[in-house]
């Protein structure tokens, strides 16, 4: 049995080449759509359109390519001329929908047959990801750096990490992992998910993710949470792991936290309390 390498590609739907007004009052279900393809095999996919206002809505459906203009941020937009995509249509493209009324159109998914990696589009209503099967499709990433907001030294918690990965595949990947927080005797004291939103990282693409260890009282949802926060110190080994599809990668980095806010007040005290024992020693000689 042949095992194809399944990749993930974004088909999205726009209505026209600019985003209207009157798109922020449509109701698209499903919100996102999730296919699997195979190259050259036309497959379709149902999708519902409400009007929610009290005017009539001329809508007219095309596909448009998406042009990235942040992919370490997610942020995306599109330009201002484009033509639309072969391999995606809507049926019917226009029509009017009435105030209140709900309309389905069929959303039909024609790739190539030479097809693979990733296929970026335009959208303005749901995201429609589709699987394409071809065994040119790679799915790799890495974790480029893991870097602490602030640096290594800090004084109190939180403390936030800025983790960048790359995606080095043609399939766009969405990983998912977790922080394991350790001290100095490799105890495990805390641990966070990263990216349990599942965002996604574009091929050739990085893409950074914040996650954050330690948590204000108020933040807290337990009372032990409440207290652990307030009392680390010492070094911290912090590891992260990522995992996209079946490959799993792993970065560490230490941090110290050392209250020296405390700490000069300590000292402060310790210095005002040998200076009046010094003077109250110079007094009775």
């Known amino acids: 049995m042949k095992h194809w390498i399944k990749t993930l590609s974004i088909l999205c739907i726009t209505v026209g080449v600019f985003i209207p007004s009157w ?6 279900t ?46 995306a937009t599109f330009p201002n001329h484009a033509q639309s995509l072969d391999w995606l249509t809507v049926t019917p493209g226009q029509f009017v929908l009435e105030p209140g009324e709900k309309r389905t159109v069929v959303v039909t998914m024609l790739v190539p047959d030479d097809a693979s990696g990733s296929l970026i589009a335009g959208i303005t209503g749901p995201f429609v990801f589709v699987e394409v099967d071809a065994d040119s499709s ?3 990433g890495t974790i480029e750096s893991v870097t602490p907001i602030g640096g290594s030294l800090l004084s109190r918690l939180p403390v936030t990490l800025e983790v960048s990965f790359a995606n080095t595949g043609n399939v766009h990947l969405r990983p998912v992992g977790t922080l394991e927080v350790r001290n100095l005797f490799g105890k495990l004291v805390a641990q ?20 954050t260890w330690g948590r204000t009282a108020k933040e807290s949802t337990s009372p032990n949470e409440a207290r652990s926060w307030k009392t680390p110190v010492g070094p911290y080994r912090l590891t992260v792991e990522m995992t996209a599809g079946e490959r799993t990668d792993t970065r560490h980095t230490v941090v110290w936290i050392v209250p020296w806010r405390a700490l ?10 040998w200076l009046i024992r010094r003077r109250t020693r110079r007094v009775r000689l």
């Not at 519902?48 to 095309?62: A, D, H, Q």
């Open 23 to 28: 798109v922020h009052a449509l109701t698209f």
């Open 30 to 75: 499903p919100d996102r759509i999730d296919s699997n393809v195979v190259p050259g095999v036309s497959h379709v996919q149902e999708l519902t359109l409400f009007n929610e206002t009290g005017e009539p809505i001329t809508v007219s459906l095309t596909s448009t390519p998406l042009e990235i203009l942040d992919a370490a941020a997610g942020i």
């Open 138 to 140: 790679t799915r790799e």
């Open 192 to 211: 966070e998910s990263i990216n349990d939103t599942a965002l996604t990282v574009l091929p050739a693409t990085s893409r950074s993710f914040q996650v």
């Open 264 to 273: 000069v007040l300590l000292g402060t005290i310790l210095g005002l309390g």
